[in-house]
């Protein structure tokens, strides 16, 4: 039987390449230029599965075409707000993502950037290599203590656990959560956690607001500047989720009058562009969209999909469907 043919749409770590190719008549970009909104229309008749990443925008006009060949769009990453669902449904387009091999990473990132705007990391590196450094002070680049303070996580699934986890046994902070769906309450107990059952209240109590829901319309703007508003005048924004949960706008806005304490990226609403208005913030701190970016987790990832494409080939169901 001939073998499936595969289109990868960006460079993936090698090992995982070269176990692809073993099974799937395998195309890679090696260009690992993001594809055009025409190349991957034009990929959806000419492959059985495509493997898009994020930065593959994938609305409905790009499912306009008469007839897919595509049977499955197999995700490099959990999150898929760049895939329209219901039109890749109307093709009968199964979608897969790539869930848990990510979540301890992606939660160590918003570890990462929590500490880095509260202890003002990133403004103290870019002051010593400036070379405007004149020595310790007890006045100097003073922060905020994360230890013991309260961190409100937004979605709590995967990764907003891995994240309680990390701040509640690591750092002693209290721990709040909003969550869509009520949280069991054994899961709560495991980080002593809270949930508050309205995001409006949940954003006064904390020092800390963390996100990790998914992106996608019905999120879009989730923090806007009413809600940044909420905010203590110190409390400190996170977002490892998607760029568009985050009015970009009102956040600049807030951050450029003090309204809050400051806030740390890996997420953007147009990445990889960045507005001046971000890029002027000092109380911010922006890392290039890194969550999931290392080793173990980026094989794990290519991995993972290997699974679901065989099992859907083999006419099993695969294991992370999730349209
Ligand atoms: C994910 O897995 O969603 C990462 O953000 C990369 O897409």
């Known amino acids: 039987m001939a073998k499936p043919k595969v289109l990868v749409t960006r460079r993936w770590p090698v090992a995982v390449e070269e176990k692809m190719a073993e099974v799937f008549d ?52 959990v999150g898929f707000s760049h895939i329209d669902t219901e ?9 897969t993502n790539t869930p848990d091999v990510l979540s301890e990473c992606t939660a160590d990132i918003a570890m990462t950037l929590m500490l880095m705007v509260a202890r003002r990391a ?4 870019r002051e010593l290599r400036a070379g405007q450094w004149t020595g310790w002070r007890p006045t100097h680049l003073i922060g905020t203590k994360v230890s013991g303070a ?4 937004v979605g709590f699934g995967r990764i907003g656990q891995a994240m309680a986890q990390r701040a509640r046994h690591g750092f002693g902070m209290r721990v709040l959560v909003y969550n869509r769906s009520p949280v069991a309450p054994e899961i709560l107990a495991r980080y002593d956690a809270e949930q508050v059952p309205v995001l409006d209240e949940l954003l006064p109590q904390c020092d800390f607001v963390s996100l990790h829901c998914p992106g996608g319309a019905e999120n879009r703007h989730l923090i806007n500047a009413r809600r940044l508003d909420l905010m203590k005048p110190t409390g ?12 970009e706008h009102a956040l600049a806005k807030a951050l450029w009058f003090d309204t ?6 890996d997420v953007f609403e147009r990445e990889p562009q ?23 987790t980026r094989e794990a ?23």
Do not use: C, W
């Not at 039109?87 to 979608?95: D, M």
């Not at 080939?313 to 992370?320: L, S, V």
């Open 122 to 125: 990133g403004e103290g590196e």
């Open 260 to 265: 809050i304490g400051g806030a740390a990226l």
């Open 236 to 247: 400190f924004l996170i977002n490892t989720a998607r760029g568009e949960v985050v009015d």
């Open 274 to 296: 960045i507005s001046d208005e971000l890029m002027g913030a000092d109380n911010l701190v922006m890392l290039p969209h890194l969550g999931s970016a290392t080793r173990e």
């Open 87 to 95: 039109a890749a449904r109307a093709h009968g387009i199964a979608i």
């Open 150 to 153: 309260t961190l409100g996580i």
């Open 26 to 77: 395998l195309t890679i970009n090696r260009d690992d230029r993001p594809l055009a909104q025409s190349d991957l229309t034009a990929a959806l008749a000419d492959y059985d599965a495509v493997l898009p990443t994020v930065t593959d925008r994938l609305p409905a006009p790009v499912f306009d075409l008469p007839r897919a060949r595509t049977k499955i769009l197999a995700n490099y990453g």
């Open 301 to 323: 990832m290519g991995l993972r999909v290997l699974d679901n494409l065989t099992d859907f080939f083999a006419g099993r169901p695969p294991r992370d469907r999730v349209a």
